[in-house]
């Protein structure tokens, strides 16, 4: 049986000074709100504030503390039996400092002094079971976000326009009888780029291989467009292992022919430029504006919008994808964060 990550805990690792500072902030505002409910005068009772922020303070750290070391064993738990264990840590805790503090503040013990405590548990008790809540319902939603994104990459990575299948099988088919050879060269070509399109393990790719990818792409469109398709490549140096999302850059070098050159009898010049600039890197790919109906220039923002969403997921907000046109000119520009592939 293999033993779970304690990543995959649904705690989070209270280690980390974010999750102090937050679990220290939240239960600051819990304190303080007690304050100004227990207060008979004014707006708060700052001996009250005072005492119980010591107390609360105290007990949040040493069960943050208690809980982060003992993360690993608890990952190995069942959610039910991890979060009993957890509860117990806390209320240990919370009844060690009680009995600290009011031995200290009420050296007489007595039935008061034991309802006080019992009130502390409750009251942790409701307290620690609402965070683990929280704490649970976000890992859940986290999971969820995550197998929904992978469902969309993998759906956006396999996609290939039917179009372009249909246009290149009429394509090899042609020169199958005149010119054998391109046309294997043809299928070599359309193999890789299905291929590229079926291993969805690489979420990440050097800029070299997707760079190789529109190649072949361009070869094959290459054959069915002839002298109308014309290429402008311009790529700067050292930025081959660049960290790219796999068939983020040729289904924009495909939307520019689809809809800058295959409409067009003249055709045009496609334009691919690779480039850095501070911490990011830009690929621009232009060709002629289409001179289009509206459907047509839909279908354009639609497709845009499909090859944005799996840079944005993989990079977050850093990855923009921007168009624009200017003397007649389709741009579009998208920026990575530098980042080299694994």
């Not at 503040?105 to 809540?133: D, S």
């Not at 496609?270 to 289009?292: A, D, T, W």
């Amino acid at each position: 049986m293999n033993k779970k990550d304690s990543t995959d805990f649904y705690v989070p690792d209270l280690c980390r000074v974010r999750a102090v500072f937050l679990l220290l902030v939240t239960s600051e505002l819990f304190v303080l709100v007690l304050s100004i409910v227990q207060a008979e005068r004014g707006w708060i009772d700052w001996n009250y504030f005072g005492l119980l922020s010591l107390f609360v303070q105290w007990t949040t750290l040493t069960s943050a503390a208690l809980i982060c070391l003992l993360r690993p064993w608890l990952a190995q738990m069942s959610v039910a039996r991890a979060t009993l264990a957890i509860v117990v840590i806390v209320l240990l805790d919370v009844l060690a400092f009680s009995l600290f503090a009011d031995n200290v503040l009420h050296p007489q013990p007595g039935v008061a002094l034991w309802q006080g405590i019992a009130k502390k548990l409750l009251v942790a008790l409701l307290i620690v079971l609402m965070v683990l809540r929280y704490f649970y319902l976000q890992d859940q939603w986290q999971q969820q976000r995550e197998a929904e994104m992978q469902a969309r990459l993998t759906s956006l990575q396999a996609r290939i326009q039917p179009h372009f299948l249909f246009n290149s099988m009429n394509t090899i088919a042609s020169l199958i009888a005149s010119n054998p050879e391109q046309a294997e060269e043809a299928v070599l070509d359309l193999s890789e780029l299905f291929r590229a399109s079926l291993r969805t393990d690489d979420q990440l790719v050097p800029l070299s291989r997707e760079l190789e990818l529109c190649q072949r792409y361009l070869a094959i469109e290459a054959l069915r467009l002839g002298d109308r398709l014309k290429l402008d490549w311009d790529i700067q140096p050292g930025l081959e292992q660049q960290a790219i999302p796999p068939l983020t850059l040729q289904p924009l070098v495909e939307n520019a022919i689809y809809h800058g050159i295959q409409p067009r009898p003249e055709g045009g010049t496609v334009r691919i430029e690779v480039y850095g600039k501070g911490h990011f890197v830009y690929l621009m790919v232009q060709n002629p504006k289409p001179e289009s109906s509206n459907r047509q220039h839909q279908g354009n923002q639609v497709a845009l919008v499909n090859i944005q969403a799996r840079p944005q997921a993989l990079f977050g907000e850093p990855a923009v994808l921007k168009h624009s046109h200017q003397h007649n000119i389709y741009t579009v520009t998208l920026r990575l964060p530098a980042r080299t592939a694994s």
